[in-house]
């Protein structure tokens, strides 16, 4: 790097340093001491308390869930944005992308009023004289809200990999006898998995740590880990469980990032 | 030499308002190397894949060994295509890449290990099995799409501008490359290029076209010396090209001035073009010459000197092994059979190009 160009950095650098590196170092600290500040690992080690593993499996559950869901929506439909011609697929992409413009907790939000039990939803199927949907305060309502947010996530990764396959190499597959699934699964997957890998731990990481969509559309009842971090933070006032169990929570991130940056070695499925 | 193994018949394709094939006729016989040579947007891509079963054409039908093919999908056609940017499968290795058809067709390994050596000493790459396409040159990936098309031995090889990125002194490698791997292989070429010198020196057949009609087919010395229109012979090496007038046969006036000629059955006063080629025309003393000039530029090119020549009101074009000094008065002499007298264009492809560069 260019000396002289350094001190651009500079207001990032402080930004960096003021609120990532030394929040990141303070979350350490807590999370392996006790309230008299002696080292201990009761905090990290707290995960393993039945609730706390209730939460944590729960978590790990619906979060991959809304993966493979956001993954069955999203693949087939980059497909057809990416198939699209230029003027066609600019537009649907800007109606697609247009509610992640809209506030992520005003979202959610709506969905808490569409799903209520006397909701928006429910009023529409009692007066056609349909059995009510209940799914609020349920973790099916959890799943719907995950996949709803993070959806664009997945879809515009993917999208970004299949336009970056050039067509005559599709064309090549073709002509070199391969029919329409030999080419799909031959070609055409293997070139847009680094944007699959990308979609994948950017629905995933996020979903894991949420804790406002299960707030929001599972009424509370429902913890997952982000719901028992917030609360140790909230109101138990423990901010050394809290710490310890970010921890545990960071781990799992961890591995997820890096096993996307073994299978995505170019770093082609970046946005 | 004589049987038609592809056979185009009055085939039409239009993107929206845009013309780019009309009714057009072309049979490609066995062995033979055939190059559709034309400036771009003239068709002779399009053609190509319409050939190869990438685009269907609106109107009209293809024929491969007497039988109409213009529904088939591409991977059920008896031809491979060698593509503009080599379309390697990125996510493969070479002997991947090259194993692709035989694959798909479900071929025994050895069979297969087999061909991908054989494949790779044709192409002079052995070794290079376990290679990636993005470890390799330009001129090497065009080999080994090559490759990848020739060992499905396929009845015919479609090459679309496939020297087009490469560089001059490895593109003319190339270019014997490929006419000893036709002569090798004893499979049909179909080339597409706008590269004149290419289709000139590689080609059986040459098909020039412009503006989605074929202007002229023909042998690479017939395309040369005697183009059909001022969009050929314009388009095919430096030419002048000059109104004339048709006095009577064996007589043409040009600028004023009457040369002999050996074209006949114009008529007589027919308005016409002549192409005299730069390196046809003799400078001689003034008063050898059918007509009086004088040298106004002078270029050394390499092989010869460029110059032009005022006479009679036009720049003349002469290429010359023999340095004439700038300002030297000269006579310009033309060998009869070194005029070539063309009909006046009878539609707009007909006529000299225009391009902006």
Redo the contacts between chains.
């Keep these: 790097m260019n000396k002289k160009k350094l001190w651009l950095s500079g207001p990032y650098l402080f930004w960096a340093v003021c609120f990532i590196i030394i929040p990141l170092c303070m979350v350490i600290y807590y999370g392996i001491t006790d309230k008299t500040g002696a080292f201990t690992l009761e905090n990290v080690l707290s995960v393993s308390t039945p609730e706390h593993m209730k939460a944590l499996g729960l978590s790990l559950l619906l979060s991959l869930i809304s993966t493979i869901l956001c993954l069955i929506f999203a693949y087939p439909l980059a497909s057809i944005l990416a198939g699209m011609n230029k003027n066609q697929h600019s537009f649907i992409v800007l109606i697609f992308i247009l509610p992640m413009w809209m506030n992520f907790l005003l979202r959610t939000l709506a969905w808490q009023t569409l799903l209520e039990k006397t909701g928006v939803i429910n009023n529409i199927l009692t007066f056609f004289h349909l059995p009510s949907l209940e799914i609020i305060n349920t973790p099916y309502a959890i799943v719907l809200g995950m996949v709803y947010n993070f959806l664009p996530f997945m879809v515009l990764p993917i999208y970004n990999a299949l336009c970056k396959i050039?067509k005559?190499?599709i064309?090549?597959?073709?002509?070199?006898?391969?029919?329409g699934i030999?080419t799909f699964f031959?070609?055409i997957l293997?070139?847009s998995l680094p944007g699959v890998i990308s979609g994948i731990s950017m629905v995933f990481i996020p979903a894991l740590t949420t804790f406002v969509i299960s707030n929001i559309l599972g009424g509370g009842k429902i913890l997952l880990i982000g719901n028992v971090i917030e609360q140790e933070f909230t109101q138990a006032s423990n901010w050394h469980v809290g710490s310890g169990l970010s921890l545990v929570l960071m781990v799992f991130i961890l591995i997820s990032m890096v096993v996307s940056a073994i299978l995505d070695k170019d770093g082609e499925g970046s946005l | 030499m004589s049987t038609k193994l592809i056979d185009l018949q009055h085939i039409s394709k239009s993107y929206g308002d845009n013309l780019i094939l009309d009714d057009m006729n072309l049979y490609i016989r066995e062995n033979e190397f055939l190059t559709l040579l034309g400036p771009s947007g003239c068709g002779k891509t399009t053609t190509l894949r319409i050939i190869?079963?990438?685009e269907k054409a609106d109107r009209g039908i293809v024929c491969f060994d007497g039988q109409d093919i213009s529904h088939l999908?591409?991977?059920k056609r008896q031809l491979?295509?060698v593509?503009?940017?080599y379309?390697?499968?990125?996510?493969m290795t070479i002997a991947q890449n090259i194993a692709?058809?035989l694959k798909?067709?479900g071929k025994s390994k050895a069979y297969i290990d087999d061909k991908i050596k054989y494949a790779l000493k044709l192409v002079n790459l052995d070794g290079y099995e376990n290679r990636t396409p993005d470890s390799l040159s330009g001129g090497q990936q065009q080999r080994i799409a090559i490759a990848?098309?020739i060992v499905?031995e396929p009845k015919v090889l479609l090459l679309d501008e496939p020297l087009g990125a490469l560089d001059l002194k490895l593109r003319q490698d190339m270019q014997y490359e490929l006419i000893r791997l036709k002569n090798e292989l004893g499979i049909t070429f179909i080339y597409v290029t706008h590269d004149q010198e290419e289709a000139l020196t590689m080609s059986d057949t040459v098909v020039v076209m412009n503006q989605g009609y074929i202007q002229q087919i023909g042998t690479p010395e017939d395309i040369y010396n005697e183009p059909e229109n001022a969009f050929v012979a314009d388009f095919i090496g430096d030419s002048n090209i000059i109104d004339a007038i048709m006095v009577q046969d064996e007589l043409v006036e040009i600028l004023g001035t009457r040369f002999a000629c050996v074209d006949i059955d114009f008529g007589t006063n027919t308005p016409v073009d002549v192409v005299i080629r730069p390196e046809d025309i003799e400078l001689v003393a003034p008063e050898k010459g059918t007509i009086e000039g004088v040298v106004t530029h002078l270029i050394f090119k390499g092989v010869h000197y460029e110059m032009e020549v005022l006479a009679n009101g036009f720049e003349w074009l002469v290429h010359s092994t023999i340095l004439v000094p700038v300002g030297t008065k000269v006579g310009i002499h033309v060998d009869p059979f070194n005029i070539q007298i063309m009909n006046k264009p009878e539609s707009e492809d007909e006529e000299v190009a225009v391009f902006d560069e």
């Design positions: 050039d005559n190499v064309n090549a597959a073709r002509d070199l006898g391969a029919n030999q031959r070609i293997p070139l | 190869g079963g990438f999908p591409p991977n491979n295509t593509f503009q940017k379309a390697l499968f990125t996510h692709f058809g798909i067709k990848r098309a499905n």
